[in-house]
C-alpha cells in the first residue's frame, strides 16, 4: 500500500521560516508535489519534485531525497497569508494519479 | 477565463437519494479527478479519468459512479449505496495522464445528506 506521513499542525511568527516534512512509502515513486489550500477552499499546486534536491520558487521552496523516501516544503518570510493546510501527494509507479497526505496545517501569528 | 467550475456549492438531500455533482472544465485538459475530503483530513481519491470515454477508480469508487462522454464534462453520482456520503467533494483536471503532479481544482461542492 501507500502511506505519507506528514505532521498534523505547524505554528510560526510573521517573517520566520517553517519546514513541513513528508515522509512516503509506495510502492514505487515518481515525484512529489505539494498543494496549498485555504480554509474552504480549493487546493492549488504550489511545486513538484521528481529528482533529489532543491526546488526554489520564491519564497516557497521544496525539497526531494528519494533514497530516504523524504521531501520537505520550506515556507520563507511567512506572512499571514500563508495560514492554511499543506498537503504532500506522490505520484506511485505505475499510475497516473496523486496520492495525498492528510496535510499539515499552518498557523502564523503576528 | 479558464478554469474548472463545480456547482453547486452547497447540496442537501435526503438519505436514500442519488445526487449527482457537475464538474466542468474549459482548460482542453485530457484528465480528471473527482476527491473526496473530510473534514481536518487529506483528499482521497474517488474516480479518475485520462480521456474522453474512459475512466478508472481511485481509492474509495464504492458508492459512487462517473460518465466521461465529453471532454469538458466529468459528473460525479452519489448514489444511494454510498454509507457516508456528507463531505466536501473536489474536481480536479490536469493537462493529461502524464502531468498529474499538477492538478488544477474547482471550488468544491459541499454534500450534506441527512
Known amino acids: 500500500g501507500q502511506s505519507l506521513e506528514q505532521p498534523s499542525e505547524v505554528t510560526a511568527v510573521e517573517g520566520a521560516i517553517v519546514q513541513i516534512n513528508c515522509t512516503y512509502q509506495?510502492?514505487?515513486?515518481?515525484?512529489l508535489s505539494w498543494y496549498q489550500q485555504h480554509d474552504g477552499g480549493a487546493p492549488t499546486f504550489l511545486s513538484y519534485n521528481a529528482l533529489d534536491g532543491l526546488e526554489e520558487t520564491g519564497r516557497f521552496s521544496s525539497f526531494l531525497s528519494r533514497s530516504d523516501s523524504y521531501g520537505y516544503l520550506l515556507l520563507q518570510e511567512l506572512q499571514m497569508k500563508d495560514s492554511a493546510s499543506y498537503f504532500c501527494a506522490v505520484i506511485p509507479g505505475g499510475y497516473n494519479k496523486l496520492i495525498f497526505g492528510a496535510g499539515t496545517r499552518l498557523a502564523v501569528h503576528p | 477565463d479558464g478554469g474548472i467550475t463545480q456547482s453547486p456549492k452547497y447540496l442537501f438531500r435526503k438519505e436514500g437519494q442519488n445526487v449527482t455533482l457537475s464538474c466542468e472544465q474549459n482548460?482542453?485538459?485530457?484528465?480528471m479527478y473527482w476527491y473526496r475530503q473530510d473534514p481536518g483530513q487529506g483528499l482521497r481519491l474517488i474516480y479518475y479519468?485520462?480521456?474522453?470515454?474512459?475512466?478508472q477508480k481511485g481509492d474509495i469508487a464504492e458508492g459512487y459512479s462517473v460518465s466521461r462522454e465529453k471532454k469538458e464534462s466529468f459528473p460525479l453520482t452519489v448514489t444511494s449505496a454510498q454509507k457516508n456520503p456528507t463531505a466536501f467533494y473536489l474536481c480536479a483536471s490536469s493537462i493529461d495522464s502524464q502531468t498529474s503532479y499538477e492538478q488544477y481544482f474547482g471550488p468544491g461542492t459541499r454534500l450534506t445528506v441527512t
Open positions: 509506495t510502492s514505487g515513486f515518481y515525484g
Open positions: 482548460l482542453n485538459h485530457d484528465a
Open positions: 479519468s485520462q480521456i474522453v470515454n474512459d475512466f
